[in-house]
Every structure is written in C-alpha cells, then in structure tokens.
C-alpha cells in the first residue's frame, strides 16, 4: 500500500460515487469509501468503507488523518431528482445538509493536506433566465454570473464552489470542480421519489404493459442533456489529471425533450403507451452543456449517443421491476 495512490471518495454509497470507487480500482488505486448509507444495489469495491455522516467535523477528520491521501473526491451531497429538489419541501435540508459536509471536507482536506480534491458540482448552479427555452444553446461555464439559480440546490453547489476556491485561494490547495448535468446510468436511484428523469422514464415503462398509461410532470417539452455515468467519470479523471482549476461543464449536448426520453424507453421493449401530462416539479425549461472550454483544455469531450446509455439503463431498472415484482 505504500506506493499505492490512494484516494478517499466521499459519497461512495451513492450513484456515481460507486461507479467512481470501481474505476479508481481499475486504475489501480486503494481506496477509502465514505457515505452516510451502504451502497444499495451492489457490493462496494472500495478497499475500507466507512458508513457514517459527513455533517459530523469529528468523522471527517477521523477518515482523513489515518490514511496520507492522495486524492480526495467530495461528492456527497443531499439530492434527488425534480420531485425532491424543486418540491420547496426539503429546501432548508438541501441547504444545511450540503453545506456543512463541504464545510466540514474542505477544513479536513487543509488540515491533512491532501494532495487535490475534487468537487462535483451542478448545472443547477447555472441562471434560471438563461434556461427559459427549449431550444438552449448550451451553458457557458462563464455564464455562472450574475448568479440567479432556480433552486436552493444550485445556490449551495454555488456557494461550496466558491467556498473551495477560496480554500485553494487561501491555502494552496490543488482543487478541481466539474458541473454535472444530469448522469446516469445503471445502480443508480430508479423509484422512491428521489430518481432522476432517465431512470424514472425506464420505470414507467418497465412497470407499464403494452397500451397502458404513464404520468409525467409538466407538458413533457422541457428539455435536458443527460450524460452516461462511465463518459462522466472519464471526464472526472482527465480534469483531476490537468492544471485546470476552474469550473467546467461534464456534460452531453444531445438535447431531448422529457417525451422523447419517454419514447425512447418505451422503443427498447416496442412498446406504445400513452403519456398523460399531470402538473408537477419540472425545474427550468431547457438545458444544455457547451463543452468548448473542456475541448479547449482537456482536447475531450463527452460524445456517447445517448440512446446507447439509456439502453444500458433500461436494461438493468427492467431487471429491478422483474425483481421486485417476483418477490411481491
């Protein structure tokens, strides 16, 4: 273990933490996983799991003092999809919760030095009037200010932005951060409330028999680009490989409507089902990634087809429905 990297990922229960426990291991690293839950779909890769909560300062210094890090990757947050974020129900939660785990990171990483860190924020951070279209052009990673985020979930990624740069500022620390916009992909959240549109997508069509019936929320005109958890994770380690300190977009520019992402789900069983448009949380009206400035300085961009990764996706969420339907 002593010529080993070693890297702590922190958020290694969620979705693509687990994914970025698995490729870390693949490259060769040891690995520390922390989260305040277990991974729900599969066992972990990391090498130590710790399952406690990040909001504790004692717990982040404990995890971060044992172990000389190499690198450190901070994207444990309180989440969800639009049901959760843009409800108005758990704002103060998504404020306080996020906000002390990266206070409380971001003091642990300055006081063991750790070699860089990651922090994983989101598109969300990005101004509700430049996402009032449809047809978005794409989000420039200048376009961050004058700020005015459409949730309390874009205001603290903002805010734990600016607060890692100044830990960078202040303290010489390596730090790097990428805007996600919307990942997905297998064992990841599929029900419950808390999943994201491609997943919630695969469910109700998975769950629902030929010439049945699915709800979505909002018109279904909104539109998204939604990027593959393996594609994102590619992005992650090339940026975590630069000298690139400032914030960049790890996103598609495959625009879709929420019915189009509805329609192709149903195409990977041939299955016609009618949409039944309810009211609901829908978050902004349009948006994209512009990934000129990652082309610029990491010469790569994200190009999977979506289709590709929402077959993969279907795929494994048909396999859960089946699963649970089973043991009903």
């Not at 979505?216 to 005109?221: C, F, I, K, N």
């Not at 996103?251 to 609901?280: Q, Y």
Request: negative net charge; charged residues 25%.
């Amino acid at each position: 273990m002593s010529t080993q990297k070693k890297a702590l990922v922190c958020g290694a229960g969620g979705f693509i933490g687990g994914h970025l426990v698995e490729r870390l291991k693949r490259e060769g690293y040891w690995v520390r996983g922390v989260d305040i839950k277990m991974p729900e779909f599969r066992k972990t890769a990391a090498d130590d799991f710790t399952q406690g909560d990040l909001r504790d300062p004692v717990l982040c210094d404990k995890i971060t003092s044992d172990v000389k890090f190499d690198e450190l990757y901070q994207l444990a947050a309180d989440m969800g999809g639009a049901g959760y974020v843009f409800s108005g129900d758990h704002d103060a939660a998504i404020m306080h919760n996020s906000a002390m785990v990266n206070l409380n990171m971001a003091e642990a990483a300055r006081k063991t030095a750790i070699g860089k860190l990651f922090y994983s924020s989101s598109a969300c951070i990005y101004p509700e009037r430049l996402q009032l279209d449809t047809d978005n052009h794409g989000l420039k990673e200048s376009d961050a200010y004058p700020a005015g985020p459409d949730s309390e979930y874009g205001w603290e990624k903002l805010f734990s932005e600016r607060l890692y740069g100044s830990y960078a500022r202040n303290y010489g620390m390596e730090v790097h951060v990428a805007r996600f916009h919307n990942i997905f992909g297998p064992y990841g959240t599929w029900e419950g409330g808390r999943e994201k549109a491609p997943a919630a997508m695969c469910r109700k069509v998975a769950e629902t028999p030929e010439g049945g019936t699915i709800e979505m929320w909002g018109d279904g005109e909104q539109t998204r680009t939604f990027l593959y958890v393996d594609e994102c994770l590619e992005g992650v380690r090339r940026l975590m490989n630069s000298d690139v300190s400032d914030p960049v977009n790890i996103g598609s520019d495959e625009l879709i409507s929420i019915n189009d992402l509805a329609k192709m789900a149903m195409s990977f069983d041939s299955k016609n089902i009618t949409i039944k448009h309810i009211p609901g949380p829908i978050g902004v009206r349009g948006r994209s990634s512009d990934n000129t400035y990652i082309q610029q300085r990491l010469g790569w961009r994200p190009t999977s087809k979506l289709v590709d990764g929402m077959r993969e996706t279907y795929k494994w969420i048909a396999e859960q429905v089946a699963q649970k339907k089973a043991g009903a």
